[in-house]
C-alpha cells in the first residue's frame, strides 16, 4: 500500500511574489482551476495583509475552487491573521499558514529578540489562527539554518498549539540534501507529538539543490511538499511540482503516490510561463522545450530503434502532444477552441471571437501558430484597458543608414505623435517614444527571448525600466520585434505609479 504525499502548491504566491511575475485576479483564478484540474491538493493563494489585490485574490479563488485547500499566509502578527481568515471566508476547506523565523541570523537580527520569546510568538500565533480554522499550518522561516535542537522544540510547541501541518523551509536554499534529509528525520524521531501534524518541505533553489532536498526531506518522512509550477520563487526559485511529481511516477518502488493528473502538467507549464511572461528555460527538466528532444546522432539512432534507450518519461504522460503546432490561417474557430482548452483555457463566445480575429491577423503573417503564440493571443486583451496604446510605428534601418523612427500613441484617448533618430531601430524607436512621454525613465534591462521556430516566429521581449526610484516590468509580443520592443517599453510605462 503506497504513502500519500499531500502537494501543495505556491506558484501564486512564493512565485507570484517575482518581481515581474504579477498576476490580475482573472488571471490567478485560471491559475487556480488549473491547478484544481492538475489535482494538486492545497493552493497557496496569496498574503492577504500584503496588499488589497492579494486579499481580494484569494477571496475570488475560494469561490472559484472546489475541492483543494485554499491557503493563506501570514506573518506571526494577529492583525494579518484576522485578515487571512477574512480572505478565506468563502473556501469550502481553508487553511491559515503562520510562522516566524527560527534561525538565529533572523531571532537576532529580524527580531532582535531570543529563542524563548520567538517560541512564545509562534504558539501564540498558532492558537490565535486555530481561533478561525481547524487546519493551522506553521513554518518555521530559515529552518534550513536553524539548529536542530532548538527546532525540535519550536516544532513540539506549535505541534502542541494545535499545529496541523509543520513546515520546515529551507528559505535560502542553503542545505545539502543529506543534512536537509537528516533535519527531517531528527524531528521524526524527537518531537513528542509530531504524528499529530504532517512535516511539509519547502525548498530553495539557490544552489540548485531544491527538488534533490525536497525528495531527501521525503524520504525521511515528510508528507506534504511546497512547490511551484516551472519551479518559480523568490530569488533561483522554489521546488518544480513537475520535478517531484514525475520523480515519484519514474521511481514507483519508492511506494509514495499523489493525486497529480500528470497530463496536466505541460499545459500548465506553458499556462503559468504565458501568463507570467516567464520563459521556462529550453533545458528545464520536464517541461522545457528540450526535455525530450534529442539531438545527437547516437541518441536519435537508439530512440528510433527504441525508445526506452535513451527515454524514462513518455513525454505524453506529462501531457506533451505531437499535434500541438499544427494550427494555421485555414484552421477553424473550433480547432482554435480545441487548442485553447486542451492548453488549459476555455473562453467565453465573445473572448473566442476576440482571439480568433488576432490569430487569424497573426496566420497571416506567419504559417505555423504554436501553442505559445495561442496563449500570448489568450492573454493578449490584458492590455486592452491600458491608458497608453501604441497606434502606429514605422523606422527606417539598414547598414550604412541611420535608423529614424516616427511614433504614434494614444493616451487616454488623446491622439500624440513624434520621431526620432538613432544608432538602431530599437534606439530610434525608444527615443521617439521618450520624446512622447517626456518623463525621466531609464531602461535597466532588455532581453529578446530567441526565436526557436522559423523566421516568421514571434519575437518576444521582456523590459526592466526605472522610474521614479521603481523598477518596472513590461512584455511584448510581435512578429516585429521592434513593435514588440516599443510594447514592452509601453506595458512598462502603463505600470507607473503617477501622482
Ligand atoms: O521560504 C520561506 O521561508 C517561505 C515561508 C514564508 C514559508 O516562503
Ligand atoms: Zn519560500
Known amino acids: 500500500m503506497s504513502d500519500r504525499l499531500f502537494i501543495f502548491d505556491t506558484t501564486l504566491r512564493d512565485g507570484e511574489q517575482v518581481p515581474g511575475c504579477q498576476l490580475n485576479t482573472v488571471e490567478k483564478i485560471q491559475v487556480a ?31 472559484a475552487v472546489t475541492w483543494p485547500t485554499i ?44 529563542r524563548e520569546e520567538i517560541i512564545e510568538r509562534a504558539v501564540a500565533a498558532v492558537k490565535y489562527a486555530k481561533k478561525y480554522v481547524e487546519d493551522v499550518e506553521f513554518y518555521a522561516e530559515d529552518a534550513g539554518r536553524t539548529d536542530n535542537e532548538y527546532l525540535a522544540r519550536v516544532i513540539e510547541a506549535v505541534v502542541k498549539a494545535g499545529a496541523t501541518v509543520v513546515n520546515i523551509p529551507d528559505t535560502t536554499g542553503y542545505c545539502l540534501p543529506s543534512e536537509y534529509g537528516e533535519k527531517i528525520k531528527y524531528l521524526m524521531e524527537h518531537v513528542d507529538g509530531i504524528h499529530n501534524a504532517v512535516i511539509s518541505t519547502h525548498c530553495h533553489n539557490d544552489l540548485g539543490m531544491a527538488t534533490a532536498n525536497t525528495m531527501a526531506g521525503v524520504l525521511n518522512g515528510a508528507r506534504q511538499v511546497e512547490v511551484t509550477i516551472n ?67 547516437i541518441h536519435q539512432d537508439g530512440v528510433l530503434k527504441n525508445v526506452q534507450t535513451y527515454e524514462i518519461i513518455d513525454p505524453h504522460d506529462v501531457g506533451i502532444d505531437d499535434n500541438s503546432i499544427v494550427l494555421t490561417a485555414r484552421s477553424g474557430r473550433a480547432a482554435l477552441k480545441n487548442r485553447l482548452h486542451v492548453l488549459g483555457i476555455d473562453l467565453p463566445q465573445d473572448k473566442l471571437d476576440k482571439v480568433y480575429e488576432d490569430f487569424l491577423k497573426l496566420a497571416d503573417k506567419k504559417k505555423d501558430i504554436n501553442d505559445d503564440d495561442i496563449l500570448l493571443l489568450a492573454g493578449a486583451d490584458r492590455s486592452q484597458n491600458h491608458r497608453i496604446k501604441v497606434d502606429y510605428l514605422q523606422v527606417t534601418s539598414g547598414v550604412g543608414v541611420h535608423s529614424v523612427a516616427s511614433l504614434g500613441l494614444s493616451i487616454a484617448g488623446e ?85
Open 71 to 114: 491557503c493563506a499566509l501570514t506573518r506571526a502578527v494577529q492583525k494579518d491573521i484576522d485578515v487571512a481568515a477574512d480572505a478565506l471566508k468563502f473556501a469550502k476547506h481553508k487553511r491559515i499558514h503562520t510562522g516566524i523565523g527560527t534561525s538565529d541570523e533572523h531571532i537576532k537580527y529580524k527580531f532582535n529578540s531570543n
Open 415 to 499: 491622439k500624440f505623435e513624434d520621431c526620432a533618430s538613432g544608432n538602431g531601430p530599437v534606439d530610434a524607436a525608444i527615443k521617439a517614444l521618450k520624446k512622447i512621454i517626456n518623463r525621466q525613465m531609464t531602461l535597466k534591462e532588455f532581453t529578446i527571448q530567441a526565436i526557436s521556430k522559423g523566421s516568421d516566429d514571434m519575437g518576444k521581449v521582456h523590459m526592466q525600466v526605472e522610474y521614479d526610484g521603481h523598477v518596472y516590468y513590461g512584455f511584448g509580443a510581435n512578429t516585429d520585434i521592434i513593435a514588440a520592443s516599443v510594447e514592452a517599453y509601453v506595458d512598462c510605462i502603463n505600470k507607473f505609479k503617477l501622482d
Open 33 to 63: 482551476k488549473q491547478l484544481e484540474l492538475l489535482g494538486v491538493d492545497v493552493i497557496e493563494a496569496g498574503f492577504p495583509i500584503s496588499s488589497p489585490g492579494d486579499f481580494h485574490s484569494v477571496i475570488e479563488i475560494s469561490k
Open 231 to 297: 519551479g518559480i520563487g523568490e530569488r533561483a526559485g522554489n521546488t518544480s511540482l513537475e520535478e517531484v511529481a514525475m520523480i515519484l511516477k519514474c521511481h514507483k518502488h519508492i511506494g509514495i503516490d499523489t493525486n497529480i493528473n500528470t497530463q496536466k502538467i505541460y499545459p500548465t507549464s506553458r499556462m503559468v510561463s504565458s501568463l507570467m511572461n516567464m520563459p521556462v528555460q529550453p533545458n528545464k527538466a520536464i517541461v522545457g522545450r528540450n526535455a525530450f528532444a534529442h539531438s545527437s546522432g
